[in-house]
Structures are given as structure tokens and as C-alpha cells.
């Protein structure tokens, strides 16, 4: 196959792998230390996705300035969902923490076919795009890779991507929170008896998860649409990728997302029929052959 | 302690025991004959046709029940049996020109087992979680299959009308639609869901079904007792899957268009939903959430159109309050506690 | 209390063994949890097998059942190699172990309990179109098992509120309904009062002798162990420190260097 080609199919198998870091790395997360299988933690990509739409283009009249723009994507609309999430655990998700995971799975189920109208309410049920003037992906353009010519934008996806996934480590190993969290992730209860308030841990263990789902959603939106389908089709990426990288490992999500990234654009190109088969498939071979995943018997961090 | 001869007490409990099970049958019998005759008395095609969607429904969830229920494994892909007999139907029909209802619902459920064999030999070692996305992701295999028409037999997402299938010879498919269901499809339906209730109701009772429940139990001291434990979870599959074949199938000729939508995940999750509504922990559970499940969609529509929101919430709720119990159990629990009361006082 | 059962102990003229382990060794990475055990056992005998933790008692006895595969040696049950024999086929045979902790089923009722061990040993777990309320093979034998074992009173209660003396003897019952040659207990009072522990002993060499079971029990209770075995095993880090009949290792100085005043 020709270079460019192969550089484009690379490029674009990185962008998904972006995007499938950022839906996936908060479900392995609260699942290795929180111990939730949350199923709907992808609607919150969906959801994301949906509120980035709506403050771009309600935006226009105030600022077209793609620094503004990129500044919404990636701060405000995920510390929003940050102190929106600090509600939800608190509330909704409080109970959860308390039963088996397969019950977690189906009132997460439950939840997800919540948020679901819940979009469909405020934002109807057709599909809704950012517009022309306030979509920094236009106005950012092109960039030369390689003799290649690639989205700026889906760049800077990439380089937000790298920088969580950088920031993410840095917190598990140097702060005490993130050790806290690392603790909790090998014994529970254990730390619970060491009198750290677990319950503030998990609070913001959830929220960061969370956020990290949504600010995903938002970058999404400026290269597609945001239409339900989207939580639904998350929902399922995102489990093949932490059970791929191997259930509660930052490295394995970074890995799995690359690899599903990569088959999915060199999928697209190449075997268009079969992309989403090699998905499944791969999840069924992982789990049948190494259950605990790629890295799930390694810690958190390892 | 020592031997005890049969006190008259024992007798009466032998005795009382006869009593529920002639009084459980006299009911079922009075259902039965009350559902045959619906259609004929009111002239409902709607109620009627809600009715048949409920018992297909009701039939699936049965069957999905004996490995949630008694096997103790949560599958999260169901659909792929569900989809599996609704798509044998039609490819048989369009494909092979069978035209037979009974030869269909026959080809149907062995198919369904048939995945139902290669789903669960490739899973049933898996436990918990594991298992539920295992199944997940073979189903979600098959959907992405049909839906790309991979094989060139479920013309994709597009999916493939059905026409009205014969019966025993008689041309019956001619029929026009509503007297085709009123008439005729309806009680078909009706037969399978009572034939399903009673073969499961002697199957779960039987030393298979008891070996199923000591798998649910302690898998450990099942195979300590000399139970190869894999080999009856995969049985508990493809018996679960040909029963929700068989709902599949006979759902399919109440659509009449099939699509991959019958093999996505999402489906799974409905019947999950029917199921855990209904109770997981009782015998007819299943069938009671089944039609829970569909009023409740059927009400919450003519309400508005956010039903999805009502349906998460009762999900949510009924996770969180009752459990394996769900609605008839929970129901089951409340009379007795009320009955209970009653003698006490 | 003493209640020793001199009239089984073994007989001068030795017979086959029933269980023979050959040189049977077990590791775990470089931790070498089992080195080397050869052991003879023997139908009509009760076998105590003591040692300190990490002596690798469980390990060994996780070996016989299977639920562990060997590293090297070899196990001979009833004259056949079952070295490689899944777990569940090595019951089929009459190897039969029970655990710590009582391993029943819950959410059934004593009977039902009972029951699932007779219709398994008769391998009838696939019978599709026969209720089990009606198979008046099994449901005999239930009885009388139940009585045996002073279950009856109990039969239809689910066994969730069992007191734990009870399950103990209940999970027993399941075990003799399987109808084994030889019995592996791992602890067979741990959990049990004090006072109910020698009822409990007394109940399971019982019905053992009575129906010509052989007996393998882990135990930490030297008092049990004195009083109700035959011959003593000492493990001590993976390697048989003694055999012989209890008072030759009671009073052997290894076994109290080693086991006896590490204070078990």
C-alpha cells in the first residue's frame, strides 16, 4: 500500500484511539479501584457530545475565537460535568457501590435508557452538528504530516489525549490521592480501616471518570454528529476496550484503545464489512483465551 | 431422634400439596380457555396483537430465565438466539420455500440451539462479568454479520419482509392479516407459550433442573458431588436458547419484517429487563415481567414519548429494591406476609 | 470421652491400599508447597493428618481431589492411576472430600440438599421428564440418610438459618450420600463449639465404620486427633515427618519440635 495512505490510516486510527481512551479510561478506572461495572458510563461521552453541540453554537453571537472555542471543549464543559458527576455519585450512583456486579450492570442499563431521554428531551431525537462558524475544526484547517495532509484538529484530539493519559499516570504515582486510589484498587477495606475518608476518594475518583467520558463527547462533536446512537455505540467500544487492555489497567486502556483504533481506520479502508466484526471478535478472544485481559492482573498503574 | 411413622400431620401436608397443584391446574386451565376465546369474543385486533407480542415475549423470557434463574449466569446475549430464530424463519421461507408453520418453529428452535451450543461452549467457562460480555460480544459478532450481510442472507440493515406461513397443508397464509392472527396465529402462539410452561415446569422439577440449581448454588460442591459442571452449563444454554428460538420464531410472523435490530445488544437487554421485572427468582416471574414490560412500554407511549426515561427508572428501582424477587415475587411475598398476619391474629 | 475405635484399626494381614500417593510433589513458582509425599491409606482405617500452617496439608489434600495438578509422583486410587482424572470423575470413583467451610446449597432445603448428592452418585443429573418429588428411589434413600444423620427434623427447611453445627453435619450427610470408599475431611469441626465438636467426630467415624469408609481428617485439635484416629500423618513443609499410630507420634521428638509446640 502506498505511504500516504498508510500515514493517513495511521493518523485517523490515532484519532479514534483518542476518542476510545477518553470513553473508556474513567469506566476501567472506577471499576479497578471503585469496584463499579457502570454501564452508562459512556452515556456521559453521549452526553458530552450533546452539550458541546449546543454551547458552540450558542457561542456565535459572543465569540467565534477558536482559543474560546478549544478553551469550552476542554475546560468548561468537563469541570461542568466534573460538579454534575459529584451530584450523580452521591445520588444515583450512591446505592450502586453496595451490590453485585452483575446488578450493577443492569441498573446501569436502567440508567443509561435515562440519559437517553434525557437528551432526546432537551435536544430532540435527530441528529444535531455544530455549525460552520463556531466549528474550530474548520478553522484550524490543515497541517502537513509526513507529506501528508491532516486535520490540525484531530491533532490537537491527539495531544489532549496524550497530555490525560500523562496527567492521569502523574496522578496515580505522585499525588496522594492518586496512591489513595491505587491502595483502595489492592484492598479496599484495608484503607477504609486506615481512617481515610474513602467516600471523598471516591467522590472524586467518579467525577474525574466522569468528566473525562464528557470532555471525549465534546472533542467528538466538531468532525460528527452528535445523534443517540452515540452513547449506544460507546457503550459497547468501550467495554471491548477495557476488556481488551484487561479489566481496571491504565495501560491496557491506552493500548486496547490504540489497537481498536487502528483496526477500526484501517478497517474502514480496507475491509469495510468486517471492521466491527474484528472488534468483537478480538473481545471474545481476549476473554476466552486471557480473561484477565492484556494488563488487568498488573495494578492500576503498573 | 428417632424413626417417626407418618403422622396425620404429614399426610395432610401431602394432601394440602395435592390441593395447590389441582388448584394451580384449574387455573391454568380457566387462563387458557380464557385467552383462546378473547380474540373470538371482543373482535380486539389490537389487544389482540398486544397479547401475542406478550406471549412471545413471555416464551423468551422462560427460556432466558433457566440460565439466569436457575444455571445463576447472567447472558448478555440472548438476542443472538432471539434473532437466530426469527431469521431461520424467514430465510427458510424466502431461501428453502419451506412454507410449513410447524416445520419452520421445528427448524427455528434447532437452530437456536445450535448457536445456542457454540455461544455457550465457547463461554460457559467463563464466570460472572465474564461471562455476561463474552456473550455480549459473540452476540454483537452475529449482529454486526447480519447487519453487514456478511453471507449474503440477511440483506443487511434493511432486513427482509415475511409472508404468512401455511399450516399443516391448508393455504392458511392467503389469509389476510388480522384474521390470519385472530383466527389462528394467536392460539398457536397461545399452545406454545402453555406447552413451553408446562415442558419447563417438569424440566426445572426434574434431576436436571435440580442439578442446575446446584450449579446456581455452589459449583464447587456440584463438582464435588461428581456434577461436570461445564457440560450441564452448556446443556442449560442451548435449552434456554432453543425456548427463546422458539420465541423468536413465532414473534417474527407477528412483525413480518425482520432486522438486525432482533440481534443487538439492546434486545438482550430487554429481555434481561422482562426477566429481572418479572423476578428471576420465581417460576413464572418471566412470563409476568413480559407483560409488564410491554403495557408498561405500551402505556408510557401513550403518555409521552420519553418512555425510555420510565423504563430506565423501573429498571433502576426494581434493581435497587426487589431483586431476584421482581414484581411477582415481590407480589408472592407481600400475600404471604398479609396471609401470615392474618393467622397470627 | 475416650472413645477410640480400636475395633477398625488396620489389620496385621495389610490389603490393597485404597489410596496410594507416589512421590507427589507440588510447586507454586519456587515455593515448594508439596516435596515428595508417598502415602498408603487404607479403607478401614481413619488417618489424622496434622502439621503447622504452610505444612502444605490443604495442598496436599487439594491434590487428591484434583483440584490442584501435580508437578510430579503419582496417586493411585482403588488400583487405578487418576493422576490426571478431572475432579468431578475422581468423585464418580468414591473419592470424596468435604471443605472448611460447609459447602451446601442455600436457597434449597435439606432434603433437596440430600437428594442432588444421592441423583448425582446414581448419575441420573440428566433426567429431563421425571420430577424429582416423584423419584422414589432417590427420595428413600434421602430418608434414610436424613435419619441417619438426625436431619429429619429439619428435611424442608432451606438451609440459609441452619445452625452451623448443623450444616457441618448436613454437608457430611451430602457426602456419604455420595457413597465414597474414601473420605477426605479438610477440618471437619472447625467452626463447631467446643462441645459439639466430639458429636460432630462421633457422627462421621460412625457412619464411616458402619458403612466400611475409609477416612482421611485434617484436624488442628490434638484432643480429636488422639482420640479418633487410627494413625497420624505429620506433615511439616511439604515432607512427611511421621506415620505411624498416634502414640509413637505423639511422643515422637520431632513431631513435638516441630508441630505440636509451635502452638497449634
Redesign the interface.
Same mark, same amino acid.
Given at each position: 500500500m502506498p505511504i500516504e495512505s498508510l500515514t493517513v490510516n495511521a493518523f485517523n486510527g490515532l484519532y479514534f484511539a483518542a476518542l476510545l481512551f477518553f470513553a473508556s479510561v474513567g469506566l476501567t478506572l472506577v471499576f479497578g479501584i471503585l469496584n463499579l461495572?457502570n454501564m452508562a458510563h459512556a452515556a456521559f461521552y453521549g452526553l458530552g457530545a450533546y452539550v458541546a453541540v449546543w454551547t458552540l453554537n450558542n457561542m456565535g453571537d459572543v465569540t467565534t475565537s477558536t482559543v474560546a472555542l478549544l478553551t469550552v471543549l476542554v475546560l468548561v464543559i468537563p469541570l461542568v460535568v466534573f460538579v454534575l458527576s459529584a451530584a450523580l455519585d452521591k445520588t444515583?450512583f450512591a446505592?450502586?457501590y453496595e451490590?453485585e456486579?452483575?446488578?450493577q450492570?443492569? !441498573?446501569t442499563?436502567?440508567? &443509561?435508557?435515562? &440519559?437517553?431521554? &434525557?437528551i432526546?428531551?432537551i435536544w430532540g431525537a435527530s441528529p444535531i452538528t455544530v455549525d460552520g462558524a463556531t466549528d474550530p475544526s474548520r478553522q484550524l484547517g490543515t497541517l502537513d504530516l509526513l507529506g501528508v495532509s491532516v486535520s490540525a484538529y484531530r491533532s490537537f484530539v491527539i495531544v489532549i489525549a496524550i497530555a490525560c493519559a500523562v496527567g492521569l499516570y502523574l496522578m496515580f504515582v505522585k499525588t496522594k490521592l492518586g496512591k489513595i486510589s491505587q491502595a483502595m484498587s489492592e484492598d479496599y477495606e484495608m484503607v477504609q480501616m486506615l481512617g481515610i475518608n474513602v467516600n471523598r476518594v471516591r467522590v472524586l475518583i467518579f467525577s474525574i471518570s466522569v468528566a473525562i467520558a464528557a470532555l471525549g463527547g465534546a472533542l467528538f462533536v466538531p468532525f460528527a454528529t452528535a445523534t443517540p446512537a452515540v452513547t449506544?455505540e460507546y457503550v459497547?467500544l468501550s467495554? !471491548?476496550v477495557i476488556?481488551i487492555g484487561g479489566l481496571g489497567s491504565l495501560k491496557g486502556v491506552i493500548v486496547a484503545a490504540l489497537v481498536i483504533g487502528m483496526v477500526r481506520s484501517f478497517g474502514i479502508a480496507y475491509f469495510p @464489512?468486517?471492521e466491527? @466484526?474484528i472488534v468483537?471478535?478480538l473481545? !471474545?478472544l481476549v &476473554?476466552?483465551f486471557k480473561?484477565e485481559g492484556l494488563f488487568g492482573d498488573e495494578g492500576v498503574v503498573e | 431422634m428417632s424413626t417417626r411413622l407418618p403422622t396425620f400431620e404429614d399426610v395432610q401436608i401431602k394432601e394440602v400439596k395435592g390441593a395447590i397443584l389441582d388448584k394451580r391446574l384449574l387455573t391454568g386451565g380457566v387462563l387458557f380457555v380464557a385467552l383462546a376465546l378473547y380474540p373470538g369474543l371482543t373482535m380486539n385486533a389490537y389487544h389482540t396483537r398486544l397479547l401475542a407480542w406478550i406471549m412471545c415475549f413471555a416464551i423468551a423470557a422462560l427460556g432466558f430465565n433457566v440460565v439466569l434463574g436457575y444455571t445463576g449466569l447472567l447472558s448478555f446475549g440472548h438476542a443472538a438466539f432471539f434473532g437466530t430464530g426469527m431469521y431461520t424463519v424467514v430465510i427458510a421461507m424466502q431461501s428453502a420455500g419451506i412454507t410449513d408453520l410447524i416445520v419452520l418453529l421445528v427448524l427455528a428452535t434447532l437452530m437456536a440451539g445450535v448457536v445456542g451450543a457454540i455461544i455457550g461452549a465457547l463461554s460457559v467457562k467463563t464466570h460472572e462479568i465474564y461471562f455476561a460480555l463474552l456473550t455480549l460480544a459473540l452476540a454483537q459478532l452475529l449482529y454486526v454479520l447480519a447487519a453487514r450481510d456478511v453471507g449474503g442472507l440477511t440483506r443487511g440493515t434493511d432486513g427482509i419482509a415475511l409472508n404468512r406461513p401455511d399450516f399443516l397443508g391448508i393455504p392458511i397464509g392467503d389469509a389476510p392479516a388480522h384474521i390470519y392472527l385472530m383466527g389462528f396465529y394467536y392460539h398457536v402462539i397461545l399452545v406454545c407459550l402453555f406447552a413451553t410452561i408446562i415442558v419447563l415446569w417438569i424440566v426445572l422439577r426434574s434431576p436436571f433442573g435440580l442439578t442446575l440449581k446446584m450449579i446456581r448454588e455452589n459449583e464447587m460442591r456440584a463438582e464435588m458431588s461428581g456434577v461436570p459442571i461445564l457440560r450441564y452449563r452448556l446443556y442449560s444454554m442451548i435449552l434456554s436458547a432453543m425456548i427463546v428460538g422458539l420465541g423468536g420464531a413465532l414473534y417474527a410472523v407477528v412483525v413480518g419484517h425482520i432486522t438486525p435490530e432482533y440481534l443487538d445488544w439492546t434486545m438482550s437487554g430487554e429481555i434481561v429487563f422482562m426477566t429481572l421485572l418479572g423476578g428471576i427468582g420465581t417460576f413464572l416471574g418471566p412470563v409476568i415481567g413480559a407483560g409488564g414490560f410491554i403495557l408498561l412500554q405500551e402505556v408510557a407511549l401513550n403518555f409521552t414519548t420519553y418512555w425510555h426515561f420510565t423504563m430506565g427508572l423501573v429498571l433502576f428501582v426494581v434493581v435497587l429494591t426487589l431483586r431476584e424477587k421482581g414484581i411477582w415475587g415481590g407480589a408472592k411475598a407481600l400475600v404471604d406476609r398479609v396471609n401470615d398476619r392474618r393467622d397470627d391474629s | 470421652m475416650s472413645t477410640k475405635k480400636t475395633e477398625s484399626t488396620k489389620q496385621d494381614t495389610p490389603t490393597e491400599p485404597i489410596l496410594r500417593t507416589e512421590d507427589v510433589r507440588k510447586e507454586f513458582g519456587n515455593l515448594v508447597a508439596v516435596d515428595g509425599v508417598s502415602l498408603e491409606f487404607y479403607d478401614d482405617e481413619i488417618v489424622g493428618i496434622i502439621g503447622p500452617n504452610g505444612a502444605g496439608k490443604t495442598t496436599y489434600t487439594n491434590l487428591i481431589s484434583g483440584a490442584l495438578s501435580l508437578t510430579g509422583g503419582r496417586i493411585v486410587f482403588d488400583g487405578d492411576d487418576i493422576s490426571d482424572l478431572r475432579k468431578y470423575k475422581r468423585v464418580r470413583r468414591g473419592l470424596v472430600r468435604s471443605f472448611q467451610i460447609p459447602q451446601i446449597y442455600d436457597e434449597l432445603t435439606v432434603f433437596e440438599n440430600v437428594q442432588s448428592s444421592v441423583i448425582s452418585r446414581n448419575e441420573k443429573n440428566n433426567r429431563l421428564f421425571t420430577l424429582t418429588s416423584r423419584d422414589t428411589d432417590s427420595i428413600d434413600e434421602t430418608e434414610r440418610l436424613l435419619e441417619m444423620f438426625n436431619l429429619e427434623t429439619h428435611a424442608d427447611e432451606h438451609t440459609e438459618h441452619l445452625p452451623h453445627g448443623v450444616r457441618k453435619i448436613l454437608d457430611v450427610a451430602m457426602s456419604f450420600a455420595l457413597r465414597p470408599k474414601l473420605m477426605v475431611l479438610d477440618e471437619p469441626t472447625s467452626g463447631v463449639g467446643s462441645r459439639e465438636k466430639n458429636a460432630v467426630m462421633e457422627t462421621i467415624t460412625d457412619a464411616a465404620i458402619d458403612r466400611n469408609i475409609g477416612l482421611i481428617f485434617i484436624e488442628h485439635d490434638m484432643e480429636l486427633i488422639r482420640n479418633y484416629s487410627d494413625r497420624i500423618v505429620a506433615l511439616h513443609e511439604g515432607r512427611v515427618l511421621a506415620d505411624d499410630d498416634p502414640s509413637t507420634v505423639m511422643n515422637s521428638e520431632e513431631v513435638n519440635q516441630f508441630i505440636l509446640e509451635g502452638g497449634v
Open positions: 461495572l444515583v446505592p450502586l451490590i456486579h452483575v446488578y450492570l443492569l !441498573a442499563f436502567g440508567v &443509561i435508557l435515562m &440519559i437517553d431521554d &434525557i432526546k428531551f449506544l459497547l467495554f !471491548a476488556v @464489512a468486517l466491527l @466484526a468483537f471478535g473481545m !471474545a &476473554i476466552i480473561p | - | -
